[in-house]
């Protein structure tokens, strides 16, 4: 049972640059979410996605884009990276959006911008 | 709005020894309470959790965590903490009405030291 697979795992972006992270869940959750986690910052909502067909921002939304593909999958885009954008993403995805329904997280996307 | 704190940054412990990790937080009636914990290199998994009830939970690895409502702490413990226990834990904070996100502290580093 793979759980919550998130790709690349690992990717060195260029300023202005684009890229497209990608998560795919197989628990049948309802709902997903993408996480940056920064040293010492914890860790910032910055899109979420409650049911399939619905996205709404978190707490850092700025400098990105969400797609809710179907129910499987939630795609966080960097239209023009920036170098304030270097974190390790994370994609989570509970049962539903409440905060009784834990969170299941992949394991990462570490994303460098030079 | 809810908020969570984990007053210690980082904390060594001897293989063996006991271990408590804090977490306080602000809320004016009764969050959901977790404890996640982070290896190096990977996501987030949840340790425990509180909803309601007794106030001591169980978790996962031998974790316990007691929700006193007095003092608005959430604490971590483990009796005996194994070298494999070295990770990153992260408290966080969920308020009962539906539209919110779950809040996480900044995260507490333990080493295990022999």
């Known amino acids: 049972n793979a759980g919550v697979t998130q790709t690349p795992k690992f990717q060195v972006l260029k300023t202005g640059q684009s890229m497209t992270l990608q998560c795919a869940q197989d628990?049948?959750?309802?709902?997903m979410y993408w996480y940056r986690q920064d040293p010492g910052m914890g860790l910032r909502l910055i899109y979420y996605s409650a049911s399939e067909g619905t996205t709404d921002k978190g707490e850092v939304p700025n400098g990105y884009n969400v797609s809710r593909l179907n129910k499987r999958e939630f795609s966080l885009r960097l239209e023009s990276a920036a170098p304030s954008q270097t974190s390790v993403y994370f994609c989570a995805s509970s049962a539903r959006q409440a905060n009784n329904s834990p969170l299941h997280f992949g394991n990462g996307t570490r994303l460098t911008v030079t | 709005a809810q908020s969570v704190t984990q007053p210690d940054i980082h904390i060594t412990v001897s293989e063996g020894a006991s271990l408590e990790l804090r977490c306080n937080y602000s809320y004016g009636a009764t969050p959901y309470l977790f404890w996640y914990v982070q290896s190096p290199g990977q996501g987030l998994q949840l340790l425990l959790k509180y909803f309601s009830g007794d106030t001591l939970v169980q978790g996962i690895k031998g974790f316990e965590a007691e929700f006193k409502r007095s003092q608005s702490s959430f604490n971590l413990r483990k009796p005996s903490v194994h070298w494999s226990d070295a990770a990153e834990y992260f408290c966080?904070?969920?308020?009962?009405?539906?539209?919110?996100?779950?809040?996480f502290g900044k995260g507490t580093t333990l080493s295990v030291s022999s």
């Open positions: 628990m049948n959750h309802n709902s």
């Open positions: 966080a904070v969920g308020a009962q009405q539906a539209g919110t996100a779950l809040i």
